[in-house]
């Protein structure tokens, strides 16, 4: 397999996909954007990713983007690295649920807070989408929070959904929501940051 080439950028969802690439042991290249300066927006950027957005997988294959289809991809490629019930349809499922829930639902919420402008333009209803963060971010968090039954997303056994629970759950404090209420996600979050792939990947690119 070649090396592939995967783009991301501080504070944001790519960090799933990065946690998950060294869970597999996959050989790659870090490629660090700075959006500060708006390297997500360059002509050289676009033409790989037209969305404009992290994360991208450069692969022997093609360009892969989105963190449900990425962790998919990587659990697919690396089955010896147990990233996902591949021999279950119905948990396999559960956890491509749990991962589009994560995507369409929680990261859009999270989303209104600096993103507003990608619905609305009226400023009074950006100021409005942002007040109410704290409340659906909330709403988000209690959900996991009752459905968690176990020490990993999938129960007993860790998954790429652990990664990208990982990621998002850590966006919380900042959204003004109070996680001491959240004890299962605090204690999913402590087992995450044992794990010597987080801690590499934290190490290569600090949130």
């Not at 998919?72 to 948990?91: C, H």
């Not at 109410?132 to 968690?148: D, F, G, H, N, W």
């Not at 204690?187 to 690119?205: G, I, Q, S, T």
């Amino acid at each position: 397999m070649s090396r592939w080439t995967f783009y991301t950028a501080p504070a944001t969802c790519a960090l799933a996909t990065h946690i998950t690439l060294h869970e597999a042991g996959a050989d790659f290249t870090l490629a660090k954007l700075d959006f500060g300066a708006q390297q997500q927006q360059s002509a050289e950027y676009l033409k790989l990713n037209p969305k404009g957005r992290v994360p991208a997988l450069v692969t022997e294959d093609g360009v892969l983007t989105e963190t449900p289809a990425l962790l998919a991809f990587i659990a697919q490629r690396f089955p010896e690295a147990r990233l996902a019930p591949l021999d279950d349809p119905f948990r396999f499922a559960q956890m491509q649920e749990f991962n589009s829930y994560l995507a369409s639902t929680m990261h859009v919420a999270h989303a209104h807070k600096r993103r507003g402008a990608r619905w609305v333009d009226d400023a009074a209803a950006i100021e409005a989408m942002q007040r109410k963060v704290p409340q659906t971010m909330r709403a988000c968090a209690e959900l996991i929070e009752r459905r968690l039954d176990g020490p990993w997303v999938l129960g007993e056994r860790y998954s790429a959904a652990d990664a990208y629970l990982y990621t998002i759950a850590g966006w919380l404090e900042g959204d003004g929501v109070d996680t001491s209420t959240l004890p299962r996600l605090l204690a999913h979050r402590a087992r995450m940051n044992e794990r010597p792939a987080v801690k590499k990947a934290l190490a290569e690119l600090p949130n």
